[in-house]
């Protein structure tokens, strides 16, 4: 391992942060990259539930970690990636410190960028326009900020690669992205903020961002699946036409055609479409208005600028405000053996879980519904599930697979159960008589971070 140079990717969700590393010299010059090692840490801002801390060596040589740390609500995203990054190199794997040369990060508001950007020590300019753009991905960009400031502090001569959600949506169709509301430069009808001396549409316009049209996020996510997918039919990427609900702490559909994003569910901010474990997803916007007194205020979240009424959908909201809970796992055991808990807790489980599905089948059905039109069915390479969520709930795909059995779906019991057990990466979990493919896909954010940074600086 000693003169091996490394890559680490780490990709900062709302309830995890994932770390993979990868060997370059071991790969050779634009082969595909090797990865060595995973960890996580998961459970990130759960109250009451401890952090999950795991790291994996991938060769089996083992010296894996699987420990509980503080509780989630009592950590942050600035201490956790260098305890992180001391797991791994203070392994018996002798890894120095200075072999991890480029650190790809997940980064999930892009605003206007259309590459990836590059942050040293020395020119860390960059950070201070992703740390505003929080302002349009409050659960996620200071986070990240905080993850990569740390992660600079702790190793200060590596080079940073900062890779998009937003990258994947750039080819969204101007009809699927604009808003029916008044351009920033025509009438503007409500305030959208007004924080102190912050207004978010000079802020926007500082950023040269547009705030009335929708950027579209988890766009790693589905780089990684799209490609798994074509790897897996023979395809390439380009030939690929795929509905993908990407099921985690936040959830997303995305509706890929030829291996383009023609349309998904999340907008200017990660809040809107699908129900989320802490988020309302989309609901009628007026509603902030009559509930949230105030809500134009900040909301005094520590290190950025957040209305209340944000912090009620972002924080607030979602499986949490339904169920008490976002661990999805509980909400299904409570709602399927219901005289084992308390009868409130179930029924509310329940109903949490039923919300959750209603709005999941919306948005699938419509964009299979879209594919169906210009493609018909045998241009359709099949409906995917990922995301925490969509690779572990067993009982979900089942669920949704049946709701959509009037489309030509049917899932095969045996390898449903096997997908959520297995290893495998992409599992076909649909039987021979469904019209369309069911696929269970786990997705690799991480991999397609490193794989940005292998290309910008052709390793
Ligand atoms: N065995 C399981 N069954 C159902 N859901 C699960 C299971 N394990 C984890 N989850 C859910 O996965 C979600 C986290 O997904 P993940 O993609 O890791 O999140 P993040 O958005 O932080 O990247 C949580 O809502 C959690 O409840
Ligand atoms: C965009 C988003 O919601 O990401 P995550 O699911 O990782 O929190
Ligand atoms: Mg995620």
């Known amino acids: ?12 969700g709302s309830s995890s942060i994932k770390a993979k ?12 990259l090797h990865a060595v090692a995973e960890g996580s840490i998961k459970g990130i801002a759960a109250k009451g539930q401890k952090i999950k801390i795991k790291l994996e060596w991938l060769d ?7 420990e509980e740390g503080e509780l ?48 040293t020590r020395e020119h860390e300019e960059g950070l201070t326009e992703m740390d505003t753009l929080s302002e349009f991905a409050p659960l996620h960009n200071h986070s990240a900020v905080l993850a990569i400031r740390s992660c600079l502090k702790a190793l200060p001569e590596h080079t940073s690669l900062l890779a998009f959600d937003t990258l994947f949506h750039q080819t969204l169709p101007e009809e699927v992205y604009t808003y029916a509301i008044p351009k920033p430069d025509q009438e503007v009808p409500i305030p959208l903020r007004k924080v102190s001396k912050l207004h978010s549409l000079g802020i926007a316009q500082k950023l040269n961002l547009t ?67 802490t988020r309302s997803g989309s609901i009628d916007p ?26 009620t959908l972002n924080k607030k909201s979602g499986l949490t405000a339904l169920a008490g809970t976002n661990d999805f796992n509980s909400i299904t055991t409570k709602m399927l053996d219901p005289s084992s808990y308390d009868a409130k807790d179930a029924k509310a489980s329940t109903l949490a879980y039923k919300v959750y599905t209603d709005r999941l089948l919306c948005y699938l059905t419509f964009y299979l519904g879209k ?44 390898l449903n159960e096997q997908a959520s057990a297995g290893k495998e990466v992409t599992i076909k979990i649909s039987g021979e008589a469904s019209k369309i493919p069911v696929w269970v896909v786990q997705t690799d954010e991480e991999e397609v971070c490193a794989k940005m940074v292998q290309e910008y600086f052709d390793l």
Not at 21 to 32: E, F, H, I
């Open 1 to 12: 391992m000693s003169s091996t140079t490394y890559i680490l990717a780490i990709n900062c």
């Open 21 to 32: 590393l990868y060997a370059v010299n071991d790969a050779g010059k634009r082969k595909p």
């Open 60 to 66: 089996g040589s083992g010296h894996d970690i699987s």
């Open 72 to 119: 989630g609500d009592q950590v942050d995203y600035q201490t956790l990636p260098p305890l992180l990054l001391k797991k791994f190199t203070s392994s018996s794997k002798g890894l120095k410190d200075e072999q991890i040369k480029y650190i790809a990060h997940r980064i999930v508001h892009g605003g206007p960028h259309k590459e990836p950007i590059i942050i």
């Open 211 to 277: 705030p009335t049209r929708q950027y579209g996020f988890h766009g790693l996510s589905y780089r990684s699946i799209l490609q798994s997918i074509a790897t897996k039919s023979g395809k390439q990427t380009k030939d690929v036409s795929i509905v993908v609900a990407h099921l985690g702490s936040g959830g997303s559909c995305c509706m890929i055609r030829n291996g383009e994003s023609q349309d998904t569910t999340m907008g200017l901010t990660p809040l809107e479409g699908l129900v989320g474990g």
């Open 286 to 311: 007026t509603l902030v208005f009559h509930l949230v007194e105030g809500c134009a205020e900040d909301a005094g979240l520590d290190g950025i600028k957040v209305t209340r009424a944000e912090a």
């Open 371 to 414: 594919l169906f039109e210009t493609d018909g069915v045998d241009g359709i390479d099949g409906l995917v599930f990922s995301g925490g969520i969509g690779e572990k709930s067993v009982f979900l795909r089942k669920d949704i697979s049946k709701r959509l059995g009037w489309m030509g779906f049917q899932v095969d019991d045996k």
